[in-house]
């Protein structure tokens, strides 16, 4: 296990510190599902914490690399947005089409 979380914390906190009315959004990773890194990210002075869900759970098994899942992605914003109040949380499915 990486150690991300924690040099993504010192930067937020850096940036805050300089700039003190920086709004700062991150688009997060799953962390493999280490909820103490998803808590410390989302308590280290962000505005908005992002992760992607990249799709529906019926489609997951197709479109996504089987390390993340959608249980596991779902389980990381519930634990972000239970983590701290009064900062904004959010997902993305990304929408493509093959083909003509």
């Known amino acids: 296990m990486t150690e991300d979380h924690l040099i993504l914390q010192s930067a937020l906190k850096n940036l805050k510190k300089k700039i003190p009315k920086l709004l700062i959004e991150v688009l997060a990773p799953d962390f493999r599902g280490n909820m103490d890194a998803v808590?410390?990210?989302?308590?280290?002075?962000?505005?908005?914490?992002?992760?992607?869900?990249?799709?529906?759970?019926?489609?997951q098994a197709f479109v996504r690399d089987p390390r993340a899942n959608y249980k596991q992605s779902m389980d990381v914003l519930v634990h972000a947005k239970n983590s701290k109040q009064g900062f904004s949380y959010k997902n993305v499915i990304d929408v493509r089409s093959r083909g003509n």
């Open 39 to 59: 808590q410390t990210l989302a308590t280290s002075g962000l505005n908005v914490f992002a992760h992607n869900l990249e799709t529906v759970n019926r489609l």
